[in-house]
């Protein structure tokens, strides 16, 4: 089965930033594409946040299996209403994996109801990603840890829900550690934030990055379909219930009517 995968990218540094330019000059959702398509197995596509309705249309996600998700500099200019479309199709089975400064994306905070907040250094100083869960699925293919010799700091503590699984913890040249590989489970969206990704420096070009990021897809991909029915909130008549009961006392609704939402 062929995994259709979406990278979102916010290109605004790739604009701006002469650095960030030249490093990446057909831009960093384009790179991350290139690494997906090392398998034959992903079909990738890309679309940017300057694409209308951010490229995000029903359409489009209902047509996405995992979406990828790079922003910094513009997580404002997200409009609500498209971060509530996403996270309908995570709740529906959409996977949605989170890179680097996506930690403080819009979707990021509203599907996991905290700060998202952490410590950060930018200093090109070395990374070292170790593999607490090597049987994990993400980790396959990997040693013990890598290593990637400039990136942005990010440190503990960081104010997200306890994850259902950790995959990386990595050490930085400063002393500062970081749980930069997690898992989460919305509805029927698997969730997988990945720390390492920062603008400034080759991490996209990186093989092991690469890897763990193809590693990621094939696990966030839910191949039993959309679960639309996670939206539903039905009113059972009494008639319905599977063992026989009788009203009793006052109630709100007739039967069949609709709640409160």
């Known amino acids: 089965m062929t995994i259709k995968a979406l990278v979102w990218g916010e290109n605004v540094h790739e604009q701006k930033s002469d650095v960030v330019a030249e490093l990446y000059p057909q831009g960093m959702h384009a790179q991350i594409a290139k690494l997906l398509a090392e ?31 790079w922003g910094h500099a513009a997580h404002g200019d997200v409009e609500d209403a498209i971060v509530e479309r996403v996270a309908k199709r995570v709740w529906e089975g959409m996977g949605l994996i989170l890179l680097h400064s996506a930690h403080f ?18 200093a090109g100083e070395r990374e070292r990603v170790w593999v607490v869960n090597p049987r994990h699925p993400i980790a396959e293919g990997l040693g013990e840890y890598f290593e990637l010799e400039n990136e942005e700091m990010y440190g503990e503590p ?9 995959v990386f913890i990595s050490w930085f040249q400063g ?18 934030y990945f720390r390492p990704g920062h603008e400034t420096y080759p991490t996209y070009y ?35 219930a599977l063992e026989k009961i009788e009203e009793r006392g006052g109630k709100l609704h007739k039967a069949g009517e609709e709640g409160f939402r």
Request: glycine fraction near 8%; include cysteine.
């Open 39 to 69: 398998d034959s197995g992903i079909a990738v596509d890309t679309i940017v946040l300057q694409d209308p309705e951010h490229g995000l249309t029903e359409e489009v996600l209902a047509d996405t299996d995992v979406l990828l998700w």
């Open 105 to 122: 994306s819009k979707i990021f905070k509203r599907l996991m109801g905290t700060p998202c907040a952490l410590k950060w250094r930018e």
């Open 175 to 192: 002393g500062e550690v970081f749980r930069s590989g997690l898992t989460y489970r919305r509805g029927a969206g698997n969730i997988f």
């Open 206 to 240: 990186d093989a092991t990055v690469g890897k763990v990021l193809r590693n990621a897809v094939k696990w966030a991909h839910n191949p039993q379909g959309r679960y639309v029915d996670v939206h539903d909130a039905p009113n059972v008549p009494v008639d319905k």
């Open 158 to 166: 960081f104010s997200v829900p306890e994850p259902l699984e950790t």
